[in-house]
């Protein structure tokens, strides 16, 4: 491997650590304030919402179809694994079928 | 641990898929095998060794390829800040670890599996979090050996179940009706400012943080309509 290669995992490795440690330290002292404690117990619902939205952002109309058949499959079973099948079949049917 | 350990098993052979793809890209960009596996395990940020590798790749500059991986990996900020609630309990050197080891994906199962029952805690996160982990090393690493001899399963539609499981897990995390305006606002916001060219990790940030705030806004309306 390259010195490069090296500088680049090496950086990316110690960055991407700093970021998660930078994140446990601010968890640890928004909890201890009284007034932001409940920033952390919504922060997580509204940060998954945020997820599947930037993987909806520039997808195309068969991929937002499958999210709303997604959507409803979730609705009525609750359960991710459920879901997981249903969203792959809606998928692939549809882009056999439209593409 | 071990409840952790098999309940995340779907999410990461959708994970060893993405993987796979990820070692057969940085394979052909010049990155041997075992450097691909040393990569893996000590930067463990799928979206972000993706983006530097193929920045590095087309660009040459390695500050360049660091910033934007890290950029995509912004959003860690928000998770793991979020975990502090299933963290407090343990050790710091277990602490230290299972945030290495968090992912998207055993982070939202971990809060999904929570709201339902709230004695899920930071064995699950760290159960989960290894299986994700190993499963992203082997993927990764078996990409870059094996090449192009098996298809690519992203391309038939794979991705998307994590998308469908991330949907399924909102679901779950969604506690009653309070939830839906600051969710719509996060959704909206999210996509907006997608669209405005923010960078998705700053949105997905900003985003939340726009939901979180609607949350106490709401709920002091509603304190002050009750009183």
Request: hydrophobic fraction near 60%; charged fraction near 10%; proline fraction near 3%.
């Amino acid at each position: 491997m390259t010195d490069a290669q090296w500088f680049l995992i090496g950086t990316l490795a110690l960055g991407a650590y700093s970021i998660r440690f930078l994140g446990l330290v601010s968890g640890q002292l928004i909890s201890d304030n009284k007034h932001l404690s409940k920033f952390l117990a919504d922060l997580p619902g509204c940060l998954i919402v945020a997820l599947i939205a930037s993987s909806l952002a520039g997808a195309d109309p068969i991929t937002w179809t499958a999210a709303a058949i997604a959507f409803v499959v979730a609705l009525i079973s609750n359960h991710v694994v459920i879901t997981m099948i249903f969203g792959f079949i809606a998928i692939f049917a549809l882009k056999h079928f439209f593409i | 641990m071990k409840q952790g350990f098999l309940s995340i098993l779907p999410l990461a052979a959708g994970a060893a898929a993405y993987g796979f793809a990820f070692g057969v890209i940085a394979a052909q960009l010049d990155f041997p095998w075992w450097g691909i596996a040393i990569m893996s395990a000590s930067v463990h940020a799928g979206s972000s060794q993706i983006v530097a590798v193929e920045q590095f790749a087309s660009e040459g500059f390695v500050i360049g390829a660091v910033l934007a991986g890290l950029a995509l990996n912004m959003r860690y900020l928000g998770i793991i800040a979020s975990l502090n609630s299933v963290l407090k309990e343990v050790p710091l050197f277990q602490r230290l670890f299972a945030i290495h080891i968090t992912s998207d994906e055993n982070w939202a199962l971990t809060f999904a599996k929570r709201a339902k029952d709230p004695s899920i805690g930071a064995p699950f996160l760290i159960g989960s979090g290894l299986t994700m982990f190993v499963t992203w090393i082997i993927s990764t690493t078996g990409g870059a050996l094996l090449g192009q001899s098996i298809p690519n399963l992203v391309d038939y539609g794979l991705g998307f179940a994590f998308t469908a499981a991330f949907i399924a897990m909102a679901r779950a995390m969604w506690r009653n009706k309070q939830d839906t305006l600051p969710w719509v606002i996060t959704f909206v916001v999210t996509i907006l400012l997608i669209k405005l060219s923010l960078g998705s990790a700053f949105a997905i940030i900003a985003g939340s943080i726009a939901g979180v705030i609607t949350t106490g806004l709401t709920q002091q309306i509603s304190k002050k309509a009750a009183a």
